[in-house]
């Protein structure tokens, strides 16, 4: 028997990625694709597509009918004006899931549960340790996605220990970049200029979207093993490298200002307060568990990934080719006026 | 695919490999010879003017571009070799003249934990011990100091740290580069040395509680104690204006015979003569795992690295002579 899978938030970019990649696998049988929205292009036959919220009984009935063996929740969101308000959003992704693990917990043919979570359950302080590893005791962010992303982790941690017979992999993904992700921060460096906290500089770690698939996908259907992993590309990028990557003016803060800016961008971003905070103090996780238990080496680097982004994505006001002949214009105007000096001084 | 962007063939005025991207003939722009080649042409005593100038627009337009690498710490050493050290060298050379000996207990590569004395408000003493280290010793090592977490809440100066290659004083951090191989430095008196006054000055104060030990014992590194002498001179302090720093949120205020009282003019270091001394290194393989649960072995550890630095520092303030040299 083949495999039989249920995707939620499989209409977004990640999940429509997903799941168009899984339905071309041979080894899956069935593919059912919850989600409340349509998906920007349609899914591909041997999908199902429940256009359900995760708190429909459509759903329960679902899990525990069709054979589901393997669960992979990518349903929470980090957008709460796309979701509705940060209540609607805590909503959708906390008790959203206690619904879906609800379900499962009944579902007989369950082997596999994939959680998609984050990098942001470790917060952004200035006390953090530089790399975080996944067993580290973190200062658990009190509010916005990373608090969402804590409290369903927990959740599925003592589904776990309810059904110690399905294999949970929980991923905390860092932030994604690529030529067709839209998220808060791709958003954000598509503005006009970028606004920064002055005086400060974080490291970030991007993950290619091809990667987010690949890991995704080897979590579904490679051999499955238990636990939480970090993703993100090798390297760190620091934010002022970043934005002159994507050759966009930086505009610096006072951090006092900080949050009354943050809420006017916030309008067109759909920033929270606790990526201001990340924008001021960055976050780097660890990731050679990923590597060294679930066998998951990224293509790209943070650096590549972000190339790849500003590459197809971002009109450069300041190109390689313009600073490299400036260099070379101003190095010869130099060397002539030194040899023209060297010749005609001596006399 | 990952695009792996083709680099400049040529390499730089330091002879690194040049990391502009390359053009069409596998050099960059600025490495293309321009028509009438310019080696062969005499600059005359102008030469080595620009070269620096060839070196500076390299890294001018590598910053412009974003062009560069930092680890996962966020050390930059293309922002240390062009900007921060060219601004110590001054003090370390002219300024403050420091002499720097032992340089050879230092190894050339793995961990190691240096392990030094703090003194004078300002963490001074850390910079030029790293610079020391950078510019001195034969494998220019980079030293990864661990610093307070005041330093990473501060704006312009947290960014900074980071990108020098410093990293928030806390087992994890330090763990992960020793493990890494990378040369740590740690400072653990804290602000008790760094802030205590000028009456009190050389006497080495509690060494906080010894974690440094124990992560030197947990991954294997040699302890390499340092001693400054110089540092304690350069704003002496003379008295401590406790409520204002607590109202600041600063761990002290320091008030010297020329600050606050000249303002700015004030925080210009006195022009003391220091000597950096790097002591034989104390093993710490041989002393095995069960080391770890022993407390007293962590606390005579401790005090031999604390009794090295404190009679090396004597010794040395002896032999210095005067505080101006």
Redesign the interface.
């Given at each position: 028997m083949g495999r039989r899978l249920l995707v939620t938030g499989a209409a977004r970019t990640t999940g429509r990625r997903l799941v168009g990649v899984l339905a071309e696998e041979p080894e899956v049988e069935r593919v059912v694709a919850v989600d409340d929205l349509e998906p920007q292009e349609p899914f591909p036959a041997k999908v199902e597509h429940l256009a359900v919220d995760l708190r429909s009984p459509a759903l329960v009935r679902t899990v525990q009918s069709a054979g589901i063996d393997t669960c992979v929740h990518l349903g929470i969101t980090a957008e709460p004006r796309a979701a509705g308000g940060r209540v609607t959003m805590k909503e959708r992704n906390v008790l959203g899931t206690m619904q879906l693990l609800a379900a499962a917990y009944h579902a007989p043919d369950l082997r596999r549960l994939v959680l998609k979570s984050t990098t942001a359950v470790y917060g952004a302080a200035a006390g953090d340790p530089a790399v975080w590893t996944e067993s580290m005791s973190h200062g658990s962010p009190r509010h916005g996605f990373g608090k969402d992303a804590i409290e369903v982790e927990d959740y599925v941690r003592s589904f776990h220990r309810r059904r110690p017979d399905v294999a949970v992999t929980v991923l905390r993904l860092a932030n994604q970049v690529g030529p067709t992700v839209d998220n808060p921060l791709t958003r954000y460096f598509e503005l006009p200029v970028c606004p920064t906290v002055l005086g400060f500089d974080p490291r970030l770690q991007f993950l290619h979207e091809e990667d987010t698939a690949a890991v995704l996908l080897r979590s579904i259907l490679g051999p499955a093993p238990a636990g939480t992993f970090n993703v993100a590309g090798d390297g760190v990028v620091l934010l002022s490298q970043a934005i002159r990557i994507a050759g966009k003016p930086p505009l610096p803060i006072p951090e006092p200002l900080v949050n009354r800016v943050a809420e006017m961008v916030g309008r067109t971003v759909d920033f929270s307060p606790e990526q201001v905070r990340f924008l001021q103090y960055g976050r780097v996780a660890d990731t050679s568990a990923a590597a060294d238990q679930l066998g998951f080496i990224p293509k790209w680097s943070s650096l590549h990934a972000f190339e790849d982004f500003a590459a197809t994505r971002l009109r450069k006001l300041v190109t390689e080719e313009q600073v490299t002949r400036v260099e070379h214009d101003v190095l010869g105007l130099l060397r002539r006026t030194a040899g023209w000096l060297a010749r005609e001084l001596p006399r | 695919m990952?695009?792996t962007?083709e680099r400049c063939q040529a390499h730089t005025k330091k002879g690194e490999r040049c990391r502009?991207?390359a053009g069409p003939d596998g050099l960059?722009?600025?490495h293309?010879p321009?028509t009438a080649p310019?080696g062969e042409?005499?600059?005359?005593?102008?030469?080595p003017?620009?070269d620096w100038?060839?070196e500076a627009?390299?890294f001018?337009?590598r910053?412009?571009?974003?062009e560069?690498?930092?680890?996962?710490?966020?050390h930059?050493p293309d922002l240390v070799e062009h900007v921060v050290a060219p601004l110590l060298r001054p003090l370390y050379r002219h300024w403050w003249r420091v002499e720097t000996r032992g340089l050879e207990h230092v190894p050339d590569s793995g961990p190691a934990l240096v392990v030094g004395n703090h003194a004078g408000t300002l963490p001074f003493d850390a910079l030029m011990v790293a610079l020391a280290l950078l510019d001195e010793h034969p494998a220019h090592r980079s030293l990864r100091m661990l610093a307070a977490?005041l330093a990473?809440?501060?704006?312009?100066?947290?960014?900074l740290a980071?990108?020098s290659g410093n990293?928030?004083a806390?087992a994890?951090?330090a763990t992960?580069l020793l493990e890494a191989g990378e040369l740590v430095g740690v400072w653990p008196e804290g602000y008790k040395g760094l802030g205590k006054p000028y009456r009190e000055r050389y006497q080495l104060q509690r060494f906080g509680r010894g974690g440094f030990v124990e992560i030197a014992l947990r991954t294997g590194s040699p302890i390499v104690p340092v001693a400054v002498v110089g540092s304690e001179e350069i704003y002496p302090m003379i008295a401590n204006l406790r409520r204002l720093a607590r109202l600041l949120g600063f761990p002290y205020f320091p008030v010297t015979p020329t600050f606050p009282a000249l303002g700015p003019l004030g925080a210009i270091p006195l022009p003391s003569k220091w000597l950096i001394e790097f002591c034989p290194p104390i093993e710490t393989t041989d002393l095995g795992p069960e080391a770890l649960l022993d407390p007293m072995v962590l606390f005579d550890l401790t005090d031999q690295v604390r009794d090295t630095i404190q009679q090396t520092v004597h010794r040395n303030l002896l032999a210095r002579g005067s505080v101006f040299g």
């Open positions: - | 990952t695009p962007r502009n991207p960059c722009a600025l293309t321009p310019p042409q005499d600059l005359g005593p102008l030469g003017v620009l100038v060839e627009l390299e001018l337009g910053r412009v571009l974003g560069y690498e930092v680890d996962e710490f966020g930059d977490d990473f809440n501060l704006p312009v100066v947290a960014p980071r990108k990293t928030l806390c994890e951090d992960r």
